[in-house]
């Protein structure tokens, strides 16, 4: 299929329009041609992907015991009170009547629809969380759930690409859930929300802030590998590419669709364009083992695997506290137009925790 025909197909008329003017232009964007086939395969994946968030069993061990303690001290205990919470608070802050959120790149609109029903909880009412997602099969399970759930009237699918997004209007917050390293025009994002903000406003993401294509920089990659060769051969098969690796790969993510195509980039401009109320970055080595390729290979309930995971961990943790690796996931409240909160996970800054290219 041609740019012109899937265009017609896929995008709305607005996207079309600015599709046109920044293709190719932006730094690490894809040409035209390059992001319609990119586009197809995206769209092609999420269509039949209804457990977008789905993640091994290791991975909620290694979550449990090590990350939720963290998140606890900084209010929350889980990615969806993470967002209510900000969200409650921008609902408190701001002078509207009907409070307007928008999640940029919500998918099946789960994680909205339990915000909704979690903010709704707590006694707030007249407000809307807008999901703004490409993919009309997302959109469709998300109106489903949403209905299903009984929130149907606080969570609104959009149909819209996230790279030529504009809000029509003010928001009281926008939300990203693990959508910013599929986007490339981050550029444009980023400027059009801070546009949609006041100072009362806010922008709240979970995200992977790692190198482009989920790869690692090298000395990070060295103390994967130096990891790996301890595995058993059994748990070096790549579930997601169907192949055994019996030395880590490093697989490029981002070659065929959207996935961590400028997540090196997510950083760099996020510190550029907005202040930080809370910035919590964690994780970089123990990725791959935890991780929906590889992670499946562990058992969360056997000895060996549980100590494996907790000495990556260890290590994990030693590299960045001195700098010698920095951050791959972070969960950040920012704001524009008055100086941040400055609430840090671990100390760690988020200046300090990009890693520049060479």
Known sequence: ????????????????????????????????????HRLEAEQARFDRDVNVHELPEIFHYWSNRYLAPKF??????????????????????????????????????????????????????????ECVELSPAMLERGRELARAEGVEHLVRPVRADFNAWRAD??????????????????????????????????????????????QRWPEALAIVREFWRELPPSYRYNHQLARQEDEFLDWDCAQEGFEGIRAQDILPLLVERFAFDVFAPFANVIDPFIDRGFGHNFDAGAEWDRAFIDRVHARDEAEIR?????????????????????????????????????
């Open 1 to 36: 299929m041609g740019l012109r025909a899937l265009a017609r197909r896929f995008l709305p008329p607005e996207a079309r329009r600015t599709l046109r003017r920044w293709a190719g232009a932006v730094p690490g964007s894809a040409a035209p041609d390059d992001y319609a």
């Open 72 to 129: 606890r001290d900084l209010g929350f205990a889980h990615p969806d009170e993470f967002f209510a919470m900000a969200l409650e608070r921008a609902w408190h802050a701001s002078p509207r009547g009907t409070r307007r959120f928008v999640s940029i790149g919500a998918g099946n609109c789960d994680t909205e629809v339990r915000v909704a029903k979690l903010l709704a909880a707590r006694g707030l009412a007249d407000f809307a969380i």
């Open 169 to 214: 209007g003010p928001c009281d917050a926008v939300m990203a859930n693990q959508s910013l390293h599929h986007v490339t025009n981050l550029e444009g994002l980023f400027d059009a929300i801070g546009a949609s903000l006041d100072s009362r406003g806010l922008f709240v993401t979970s995200d992977m802030i790692g190198r482009n294509g989920h």
């Open 322 to 358: 001195r700098g010698a690796i920095t951050p791959t996931h972070l969960f950040a409240v920012m704001c524009v137009g008055r100086a941040g909160n400055d609430v840090r996970l671990d100390g760690l800054g988020p200046r300090a925790c990009i890693r520049r290219p060479g």
